[in-house]
Structure formats: C-alpha cells, structure tokens
C-alpha cells in the first residue's frame, strides 16, 4: 500500500507517548516511517465520527478524506445508496486508506454501526431552523461520542437521516447563498471542534488496543499484505479524470 510519503513530519515534532510496541515487520519500513505511524496514531480521535450521506462529487470526498486527516478524526463513514463514494486517490495522497473508513448501504446501516458504540447523530439540517453553531456541539462531545452527518450535494440530508438525530447543527451564514459546499463545511466544522486540539499538537483518544491494531494493519498493508477492508474499484470523474469508487 502506497502511503502518505512526506509532509508533516515538521507538525509531529513532539514526541507524543505510543502505545504501540515493536512490531515484527518494523524492520521492513523506515523507521521514519513507523515514528509517523506511531505519531499520527497518538493523535487520532474516535470522539468524533464522521458520516457523509451519499455524496456524488468526488472533488468533496477527496476534500473531505484530507481534511478528515489533517483533523484527526479516524472514524469517517460514507453511505453509498444513492451515489458511489469517489476519491481521486492522487490528491488524497492515499489517506483514505490511513482511517477508518466503512462503506455502508445507507443511514440505517451507518446508525446501526454507530449508535451502539454510544455515538450520537449531530445532523446538519438546512432546513431545521438549527442555528447551533459547531462550537455549542463541545458539551455534547464532552458527554460522549459524536458523529457528525452531512448531506448529498443536490438534496442535502435524507428524512431518514433527520429521523436518526439526536440533535441538529448549522454553520451559521449571512450571505445570499443558501448554503455552503459539502466539503467547506465539513471543514469548517472540524476546524472548529478540532482545531484548538490540532494546534496545541494535543494526544488523541484512540485506544491503545485499537492503536495496536491499526498499526499492524497499516504495517502490513504498506508490506504488500492483503488486510480487507473497503475495495474500491477505478472510476472517472466528470472530466475523465481517474478516480476510486466506494460503493457498499
Ligand atoms: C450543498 S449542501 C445541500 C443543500 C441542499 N439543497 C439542502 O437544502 O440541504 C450539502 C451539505 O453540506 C452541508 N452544509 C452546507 N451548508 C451548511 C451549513 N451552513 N451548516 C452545516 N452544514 C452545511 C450539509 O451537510 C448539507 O447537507
């Protein structure tokens, strides 16, 4: 698996505590390699999730899968019932494969996947009149696991979607237009919930069992191993360019 080859090694500078023992396949990296696995780790959330419904565009799902990393936030569910979910794997620089990314068939699957671990749905309603910034979400983050939802493109969140809430949010805004792009305000909202965190290089929530595990799956993906997950299948985008299609 090819990964994320330079950048930010200057903002993982701090040597933050690593769960992560020796592993037996460390001598077939870098060992700048296994420090930024091990560091990266060390940053991670699960607090927050987050849950794109259907998005077709796949300039915001490779938007979305970078911001989601520059974050931290491991847990990013994408539902594939409407629209595949698309990535240009050149300008993500391959982190999609460097989070937890599930590929459901809908809302329902994705609550059935999260609800039980405790997250709650923080759905980003339009039309709900929820003018509750991202900020007001830190109580709820406090409580517990969140995962955030946001919608397609053209038809913004499912009624399903809305049904599964357990609260509502909204980027606040003053212009004409009636809405942000998907990818801006997934952004936006992280850059707000996360943002203090990243910038004061702050350790993560990953536990160390799950630390573990990813590191050997990303260990031995790197290695050449087959280690599951989701598979994409090559696609185009509207201008023909390669692009990798998630579909449930
Ligand atoms: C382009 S918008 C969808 C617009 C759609 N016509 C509607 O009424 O919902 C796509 C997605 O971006 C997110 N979004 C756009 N503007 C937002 C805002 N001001 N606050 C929070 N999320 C926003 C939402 O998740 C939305 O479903």
Partial sequence: MRG????????????L??????????????????????QVL??????????IEDSYDPHNATAIIRTCDACGVHRVVVTTARNGFKVNDKVSQGVHRYMDLRVLPDI???????????????VTDLAAGATVGPQALQPALDAGPVALVFGNEG???????RALA???????????????????????????LRGPAVAADQPGDLPAAEQ????DRWIRAYCGEDVGGPVAKPAQDRFGTAVEEFRA
């Fill in 155 to 161: 038809h913004g969140i499912s009624d399903r979607a």
């Fill in 4 to 15: 994320p080859e330079s950048g930010n090694a200057g903002r993982l500078s701090a040597e």
């Fill in 166 to 192: 357990d609260g509502f949010f909204l980027l606040p805004m003053s212009g004409f237009s009636q809405s942000l792009n998907l990818s801006v305000s997934v952004a936006m909202t992280l850059q707000a």
């Fill in 108 to 122: 329902d699957a994705a609550a059935a996947l999260l609800k039980p671990q405790g997250y709650r749905f923080f």
């Fill in 42 to 51: 060390a940053r991670r959330t699960v607090r927050l999730a987050v849950v």
């Fill in 212 to 215: 573990i595990a990813t590191y």
């Fill in 17 to 38: 505590p690593s769960p992560v023992p020796p592993h037996p396949l460390d001598a077939r990296i870098t060992a700048d390699r296994a420090r930024k696995y091990r």
